[in-house]
């Protein structure tokens, strides 16, 4: 079965310094991969999704994450954060789960925290 | 466009009594999706629909809960004789048929029981 481990329970980092959130997979196959930001008490936002290709992928908002095979990895990254990026950002990964039945499988996230 | 709406954003229940939640999908969006969210996890997979029908149930918690999509639009999750570790919130999320993984997710309904 597949599973996704994000390392990092909180980070905290100053506004203008960069940013890398950890994303670790078990997966048999090709994954397909996604990070979501959720802001408090809402839903989550898409930032950006790997299928295939280029392993460098953009997303929006400044985000990009880099798809590792060998290392199982898929972290997500900025290169200069923004106040307005603290909320909790969760890495997942598709697989079927029965016949004819996809779903999303998350981490447990990672909550950011930003020092203006 | 419009996204993923649900309804209502927050529900606040007795144990025991029944509640059910409604999700409405992105419209031209064929494939839905339920999960929930405990405090300090992610979401966890319940069910899902292909347009009417109830592909995937298996993961629903108990057989308290159970999920409808009568007409391949909006869908209804009920839980009955709510147990107070049924608080959390549930989230709707919807797809395109060639684009399955690619879910986009409604704010949630936040479940408290009391």
């Known amino acids: 079965a597949q599973s996704v481990t994000q390392p990092d329970i909180h980070i905290t980092v100053s506004e203008g310094a960069s940013l890398e959130l950890r994303c670790n997979y078990s997966y048999g196959a090709t994954p397909y991969l996604f990070w979501y930001v959720q802001s408090p008490g809402q839903g989550l936002q898409l930032l950006l999704k790997?299928?295939?290709?280029?392993?460098l992928v953009q997303g929006i908002k400044g985000f990009e994450a880099e798809f590792k095979r060998s290392q199982s990895s898929f972290n997500l990254r900025k290169p200069s954060v923004h106040w307005s990026d603290a909320a909790e950002y969760f890495c997942?990964?598709?697989?079927?789960?029965?016949?004819?039945?996809?779903?999303?499988?998350f981490g447990k996230g990672t909550k950011l925290s930003v020092i203006p | 466009d419009t996204g993923v709406s649900q309804n209502p954003r927050h529900k606040i229940t007795k144990r025991g009594q029944n509640v059910t939640f409604r999700c409405d999908p992105i419209s031209e969006h064929n494939r839905l999706y339920w999960y929930r969210q405990t405090l300090g996890q992610g979401p966890e997979f319940l069910t899902y629909?292909?347009?009417?029908?109830?592909?995937?149930k298996s993961r629903l918690l108990s057989d308290r809960f159970s999920a409808e999509r009568p007409k391949g639009s909006f869908s209804t999750l009920e839980i009955q004789r709510t147990e107070q570790g049924d608080s959390a919130m549930y989230l709707c999320a919807s797809s395109l048929a060639k684009a399955r993984y690619t879910q986009y997710f409604g704010p949630g309904t936040r479940l408290t029981v009391l």
């Open positions: 997942a990964v598709g697989a079927q789960a029965g016949a004819g039945s996809y779903q999303l499988t």
């Open positions: 790997y299928f295939s290709g280029d392993t």
């Open positions: 629909f292909q347009n009417e029908a109830q592909l995937e």
